[in-house]
């Protein structure tokens, strides 16, 4: 994914202000392959987003997968929404508000498919890395995931472009 302007700028500050890799943009010091490589490890502390991409096979190989549950999908709209979701590339964008909504109206009632629920918000979660965290919107806790601005590792091509 390549960055926009307005992103790369906001990396860029946020670089510069880190007191390890503010040094290494500039003069005999520049190391673009160290910055790219600090960017692109998981965030500390953990910064939790919506991933964009969870397969059906995923979440149904889960050993937490209630398959007896799907049974109460089988009848009426819950199914039908089910399957939808997943679309033509059979994953979903956990990112969007409405397929979170859409799993949430899949797995209500009892007990059991709330679990189901819980299981696959759970699977829809993961940590972000440092360039992710820069330029997510949200709290990022695992009670509330940020939402990706920008998804992937920062590449040493893009640390040039913003400081060559």
Sequence with gaps: M??????AATLKAAILA???????????????AMIADA???????AF???????????????PDFNWTQVDNLSTGSKY?????????????NASKANIRSGIAACWVGNAQLLAVQAMVLTRCKRSA???EKVLATGTGTVGDPATMGYEGALSINDVSAMFG
């Excluded at 039908?80 to 979903?92: A, D, H, N, P």
């Design 80 to 92: 039908r929404i089910w399957e939808w979701m997943f679309g033509t590339t059979g994953s979903i």
């Design 129 to 131: 890395n440092r360039t």
């Design 2 to 7: 390549a960055l926009t302007p307005a992103q």
């Design 48 to 62: 939790t987003v919506w991933r964009t991409a969870v397969t059906r096979a995923e979440i149904q190989d889960d």
């Design 18 to 32: 880190d007191p390890v890799l503010g040094p290494l943009t500039s003069g005999i010091n520049t190391d673009y």
């Design 39 to 45: 960017m692109s490890v998981q965030a500390t502390p």
